[in-house]
């Protein structure tokens, strides 16, 4: 009788386990558990990483504008959508909204978009491997950015998205930095590794406290704040990367906080859509960039006594539901209600993060899934410069 008595208390304990791990939202994510992200991009990262090694580093002192208000080491961009008016040809340009001028100034925002290609791919390669060719050309590239003074960039962003004949730089500019989120991640996991001395961690974290001290306290800083759109969620993706990396309680939680009461309230429609994202010309790449950008506060902020992932509005909006709005648009891009984009459109979808992270955090295996399917890596700088995420071995085990 005793194994009978046994096994009819194994099946009530178990049947108690499932009902309690589901009560909590938890035994989705252990669907999860049987995908190994570092050995399904194993081969990706390294393939990259082996070229970057052949590639030095870039900065922005190798290039300077005409237009811009700045010296030498201060980052320069101008307006994309703004052109010259053809009925004042020197005059105050004008703006022709999701249409890229070809003739503006991107040499800057090149550099930095190499940046973030080239060191999140070898501290990657790196965490695979632990080889220290990788890690000692990643803290080269690091050490030329935000260390040497011959050829460091200044931590603002004072005179980015520059309008000619308007303005010298606007707060909209700080969307440009968003491409050191995933450097300050890598500077993160580099810590563990013998290229990157304690001298120049506290030169880089020096560096990222005064950027992130500028853009909290200055007029662009604070403007860019107060943004509605993907450029808020942005300035609170940023802020939030960059207070993890430099150990920053306070704004940590001011970035909780402000995820809460402004990007959740402002951006999310009941149903899930972006309504200002769909207001532009570009709403399918639009909504997509928004969306990665609050997935990856989320991967950044949630704690297991404060999980984003699961926070939800009273009238149920939150970032779970603007994952179930997007994503059969992203598995079939056909069903799209709005109109195309009116440039790029063709290049989207990508291997969006927000895939990745919702699906290991909600427990939704068809998320990753479909993640797994999609293109990583693009030539197109449109597409570079939107897909700021691109070393998930970084970011989840």
Not at 80 to 88: E, G, I, K, V
Not at 150 to 157: I, K
Not at 323 to 350: E, F, G, N, R, S
């Amino acid at each position: 009788m005793k194994p009978q008595r046994s096994t009819k208390l194994t099946k009530v304990f178990i049947k108690w386990f499932v009902l309690v791990v589901l009560s909590c939202g938890c035994l989705p994510c252990l669907a999860q558990s049987d995908f190994n992200v570092a050995k399904f991009d194993r081969a990706r990262v390294l393939k990259s990483a082996n070229q970057y090694l052949k590639e030095a580093p870039l900065t922005i002192t190798a290039s300077r504008s005409p237009r811009s208000a700045g010296g030498v080491h201060d980052f320069f961009s101008e307006g994309d959508y703004w052109w010259p008016d053809p009925q004042n040809p020197d005059g105050p340009y004008i703006q022709r909204d999701g249409m890229s001028n070809p003739n503006n100034f991107v040499d800057h925002r090149r550099y930095l978009m190499r940046l973030s290609v080239q060191v999140p791919a070898l501290v990657a390669a790196w965490k695979l491997t632990k080889d220290e060719r990788y890690a000692n050309h990643a803290v080269k590239h690091l050490r030329a950015w935000f260390i040497d003074e011959q050829t460091r960039m200044n931590p603002n962003l004072q005179y980015a998205q520059a309008i000619h004949g308007r303005f010298t730089g606007r707060g909209i500019g700080i969307i440009d930095t968003i491409h050191l989120v995933e450097v300050a991640r890598a500077i993160e996991v580099l810590k563990d590794s013998r290229a990157l001395t304690m001298t120049d961690l506290g030169a880089l974290v020096k560096w990222f406290s005064d950027y992130v001290e500028w853009m909290t306290t200055s007029k662009n800083g604070i403007d860019e704040r107060e943004a509605k759109n993907n450029h808020g969620t942005c300035w609170v993706m940023q802020v939030a990367a960059f207070a993890s990396l430099t150990r920053n309680r306070e704004l940590l939680a001011y970035c909780r906080e402000r995820f809460k009461t402004r990007l959740v309230p402002n951006q999310i429609a009941v149903d899930g859509r972006f309504p200002e994202e769909l207001r532009r010309t570009k709403p399918y790449g639009y909504s997509l960039f928004n969306l990665d950008a609050l997935a990856t506060v989320c991967q950044i902020l949630s704690t297991p006594q404060d999980n984003l992932w699961n926070f939800s509005l009273a009238d149920g909006r939150s970032v779970a539901r603007a994952m179930q709005y997007m994503y059969p648009y992203i598995k079939d891009k056909k069903t799209w209600p709005l109109q195309p984009d009116v440039m790029y459109d063709a290049a989207w979808p990508m291997r969006h993060i927000s895939l990745l992270f919702a699906g290991r955090a909600l427990g939704r295996r068809e998320y990753v899934e479909l993640w797994k399917t999609l293109t990583a890596d693009s030539s197109v700088d449109e597409v570079v410069r939107n897909l700021f995420i691109r070393q998930p071995v970084l970011w989840v085990e």
